[in-house]
């Protein structure tokens, strides 16, 4: 295909978005443009965006919300652009042609996934993508279906495509007090992403907040998590010694 004429196949790719950040500086390095896609295959009890659970969002062209994103380039071209969401690997296919376009613009592109989402569309978007963002949501299977509907096995296959792909990972988990801030959660999860360790970047510990509550209440939904206590700044420094210990 010539140029123009992929220009133009990529451009028209239509997808849904909740909106855009211009600049945000935790998800991923340097300041970002980060991207909110709707729809979302698992629920977690904790999360913090539930309207792209439900709301059908902005339709736009990966063209228009290329050219919207290029505005910010001089204030971005040292960090980059990040998918996220809702789950961006549910619309694959529109933040491939969207990645195509900024990484011919010579921006760094980061997903921030599940990595609950399998197929070719995801491992073309995979290729096209540096980075990838992964919440390991729990570190065992069962607390992983009980608190997300979702797989933690799925979510180690995405690691191992990542890594089969010679693209970087953050690794990232909320701790929530009373469910996943014991210390053998940590030596768990570094157990777990040990195979990846050559590919990893960063690991995160976030903790467990309850901002979000009043979109819970507006868009009349249960927030399972509304009984649990914030996650204090201890627990966190906490368990991150654990982390960096050997
Ligand atoms: S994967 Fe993210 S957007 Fe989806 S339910 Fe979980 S926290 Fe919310």
């Known amino acids: 295909m010539k140029l123009s004429a992929e220009l133009s196949t990529l451009s028209s790719e239509k997808g849904r978005i909740s909106g855009i950040q211009s600049l945000g500086a935790v998800d991923g390095p340097g300041l970002r443009t980060v991207v909110f896609g709707v729809g979302c295959p698992l629920r977690c009890a904790y999360c913090h965006n539930p309207e792209t659970w439900t709301e059908k969002g902005e339709e736009v062209t990966a063209g228009e919300l290329a050219q919207k994103i290029l505005r910010y380039k001089p204030y971005i071209a040292q960090g980059g652009v990040t998918f996220s969401g809702g789950e961006p690997l549910l619309q694959a296919k529109f933040f491939t042609a969207l990645a195509r376009l900024l990484k011919k613009e010579g921006l760094h592109v980061a997903v921030d996934t599940s990595g609950n989402v399998a197929g070719e569309d995801v491992d073309e978007l995979i290729e096209n993508i540096d980075l990838a ?37 953050w690794i990232r988990q909320v701790i929530v007090e009373g469910i996943n801030d ?30 979000c509550s009043e979109k819970y209440d507006r868009l009349g939904l249960n927030f399972p998590f509304a009984v649990h206590p914030e996650t204090s700044t201890e627990t966190i420094n906490h368990l991150v010694e654990i982390l960096k210990s050997e």
């Open 133 to 169: 963002l992964l919440d390991v949501k729990f570190t065992n299977e069962e607390d992983y279906r009980k608190y997300t509907g979702g797989s933690l096995a799925q979510a180690l296959d995405f690691a191992r495509k990542i890594k089969k792909a010679g693209k970087r990972l």
């Open 182 to 211: 014991g210390e053998e959660n940590i030596r768990l999860l570094k157990e777990i992403i040990s195979p990846f360790a050559d590919v990893i970047d960063k690991v995160e510990l976030l903790p467990f907040r309850k901002l």
